[in-house]
């Protein structure tokens, strides 16, 4: 799975857009971009994922550039209850085999 | 609420101990994985159990050994406990069906364990 890398934090206002870069140089054509987040010491939650078109749901949109080299993470409100770690994970499609493999994410601080 | 089950929200055992941490998947899915989040390791991949059988195996320690049932759920046992196994324990589910890019995980509380 390819490497992924985050910066360790970001600060936003509360009601403005967050938007969260993550780095993978290294990623394959068949390799998704996947990002959780995990609220203080919740449990990890799923996002959002894409492979090479922008998707949106309704927690957040994920944008992917052209070469896939990179993806932004936009929550377009942020309130409070978004402060969390947020992860970016590349992976593939292995049969049997689909662990997550978490870096150290970024630490998003919502501020009123 | 993810619709995953873990029993107990906290464990409290001294060093040498055997603890059995419990995962209730969510209804339907097949997949089982267990994750261990340390202050120093972060969120680690230990064990993955689809339909009752081992598919991937990652740091899990030879002390610490899983299993899932026919009812699907599934049990992590800690044997010989030292200081350094405190941590958060999670446990995931997941469907199973391994089609390419639809796998999401839905993870539970977790269980916090803390041996002295």
């Known amino acids: 799975d390819a490497k992924t890398t985050q910066p360790p934090s970001m600060d936003c206002a509360e009601g403005r857009a967050a938007n969260l870069p993550c780095n993978h140089s290294?990623?394959?054509?068949?390799?998704?971009v996947y990002w959780y987040r995990q609220i203080h010491s919740q449990g990890p939650q799923y996002i959002i994922h894409g492979l090479k078109n922008n998707e949106t749901n309704e927690m957040a949109s994920l944008i992917i550039t052209e070469d896939r080299k990179s993806s932004t993470l936009i929550l377009p409100h942020a309130t409070l209850r978004d402060t969390a770690v947020y992860y970016c994970?590349?992976?593939?499609?292995?049969?049997?085999?689909?662990?997550?493999?978490f870096g150290q994410g970024t630490r998003l601080t919502i501020n009123p | 609420d993810s619709g995953v089950t873990q029993t107990p929200k906290h464990l409290i055992t001294a060093t040498g101990q055997r603890v059995t941490l419990r995962c209730s998947p969510r209804s339907g899915d097949l997949s089982v994985y267990w994750y261990q989040q340390s202050l120093d390791q972060g969120l680690q991949f230990l064990i993955q159990?689809?339909?009752?059988?081992?598919?991937a195996k990652g740091n899990i320690l030879e002390r610490f050994s899983a299993q899932q049932f026919p009812d699907l759920h599934s049990e992590l046992n800690l044997s010989s406990l030292e200081l350094g196994d405190s941590a958060l324990y999670f446990c995931a589910s997941s469907a199973g069906v391994f089609r390419i890019g639809t796998e999401k995980q839905f993870f539970g509380p977790g269980t916090r364990l803390t041996v002295l």
């Open positions: 290294t990623i394959s054509g068949n390799e998704y």
């Open positions: 159990y689809y339909n009752g059988e081992e598919r």
């Open positions: 994970i590349v992976r593939g499609e292995i049969q049997g085999a689909q662990k997550l493999v």
